[in-house]
C-alpha cells in the first residue's frame, strides 16, 4: 500500500521544476529577463541563480519578488553589479515581509556603480527609512540611473526631502515614481522647486498620495508642465543648464496667485489663452520671461 505522504504534490513537483528550468536556461544563456522568488523559490535556490548571473550574456533585467532578505538581496546585487549587461533590477514584495539589513549597503553600491539604468524598489524600505532614505539619496546624487521607481515605501514629506535635493542637482535620471506615498501638498511644494533646476525629468508620477488630484494644485500643475517643457528641450537638442533658463523663484511665487486666479476664471467663464498670456505681461512687465518661459506658454496652447 503506497503510503501518499511520502509523494510530493503535483503543484511542488511543477514549482521545483521552474526553478530548475530557470538555471538551466541562465546556463544555457537563453534568457534576457529572469524572475526570481515566485512560489517554488527559496533563498538557496535565489543563490544558486545569482551564481549563474555572473556569467550570463544576454540577460539584462532581473526581477526579485518576495523572498527579500540580506541573504537574496547580496547576492542578486553582486551579480548585478559584476555583469555589465543587468541593467534593470526590480525588487518588489507585495507582503511587506521585508527582511533586510546589512545588505542595504550592497544595494547603495550597486545604485552608484554605474551598471543600472532602472532601478524598481517597491515596497522594499519596511521600517529601515530613517537609515534607508540618508543614503539613498546621497548616492542618487551621482548615480547613471534614468528611471527609478519608489512606489508603496510610506515616504512621507520628511523622507522626500532629501530624495528632493539630490533630484535637484542629478543630470541622467528621465523618470521618478512616488506615487502611493505619503506625500501631501508640502512635498508637492519642494518637488515643484526641484524642477526649476532639474533639466532631466520629462515623467514624475505621483498617483494614490494624500493629495487627491495632484495637477488640481499650482505645484502639482508646475512639476507636470516643467517636465514636457524638459521634454521639448531634449526632443529640439538645446539640452542646457544655464541659469537663465530657470523659473525664478520670485516669478513662481507671483505665479502661484495668478495661476489659481486664471484657474477661478476659466471655470466658470471658459477664459481664452491669450488672457492667461495677458496676466504674464503684467505679472513679468519687465520682459523677464526667457525662453524657456514662453516655450511653457506655448505648450499651454
Not at 50 to 59: G, P
Not at 187 to 212: D, F, K, P, Q
Request: glycine share 4%; aromatic share 8%; net charge negative.
Amino acid at each position: 500500500m503506497t503510503n501518499n505522504s511520502d509523494e510530493a504534490h503535483p503543484d511542488q513537483v511543477a514549482e521545483v521544476d521552474l526553478v530548475e528550468e530557470t538555471i538551466a536556461d541562465l546556463q544555457r544563456d537563453e534568457l534576457q529577463s529572469v524572475v526570481l522568488g515566485e512560489p517554488g523559490w527559496t533563498t538557496k535556490s535565489i543563490q544558486r541563480c545569482a551564481e549563474e548571473l555572473y556569467l550570463t550574456k544576454n540577460c539584462q533585467e532581473v526581477y526579485l519578488l518576495e523572498i527579500l532578505n540580506d541573504v537574496t538581496v547580496h547576492a542578486i546585487c553582486e551579480a548585478v553589479r559584476c555583469n555589465p549587461t543587468i541593467q534593470t533590477l526590480v525588487l518588489d514584495c507585495s507582503t511587506g515581509d521585508v527582511q533586510i539589513g546589512e545588505s542595504y549597503n550592497q544595494l547603495f553600491e550597486l545604485i552608484g556603480s554605474g551598471s543600472l539604468i532602472s532601478l524598481t524598489l517597491h515596497n522594499v524600505f519596511s521600517d529601515n527609512l530613517d537609515y534607508v532614505i540618508p543614503h539613498l539619496s546621497l548616492v542618487l546624487r551621482h548615480s547613471s540611473l534614468r528611471h527609478l521607481s519608489l512606489e508603496k515605501n510610506r515616504i512621507n514629506d520628511d523622507y522626500l526631502l532629501p530624495i528632493a535635493k539630490a533630484l535637484a542637482g542629478q543630470t541622467t535620471i528621465s523618470h521618478i515614481n512616488l506615487s502611493n506615498n505619503m506625500i501631501s501638498y508640502a512635498g508637492l511644494e519642494m518637488l515643484s522647486e526641484v524642477m526649476s533646476y532639474n533639466r532631466t525629468l520629462i515623467g514624475v508620477a505621483l498617483s494614490n498620495i494624500l493629495v487627491r488630484i495632484p495637477t488640481d494644485t499650482w505645484e502639482g500643475f508646475t512639476i507636470q508642465e516643467q517636465c514636457k517643457v524638459n521634454r521639448e528641450m531634449l526632443e529640439l537638442g538645446e539640452y542646457k543648464r544655464e541659469s537663465h533658463l530657470r523659473f525664478p523663484i520670485t516669478f513662481q511665487r507671483k505665479m502661484r496667485r495668478y495661476w489659481y486666479f486664471y484657474k477661478h476664471l476659466n471655470e466658470k467663464y471658459d477664459i481664452p489663452i491669450h488672457v492667461w498670456e495677458s496676466v504674464l505681461q503684467m505679472v513679468d512687465p519687465r520682459g523677464y520671461i526667457n525662453q524657456k518661459i514662453r516655450l511653457w506658454m506655448k505648450l499651454q496652447q
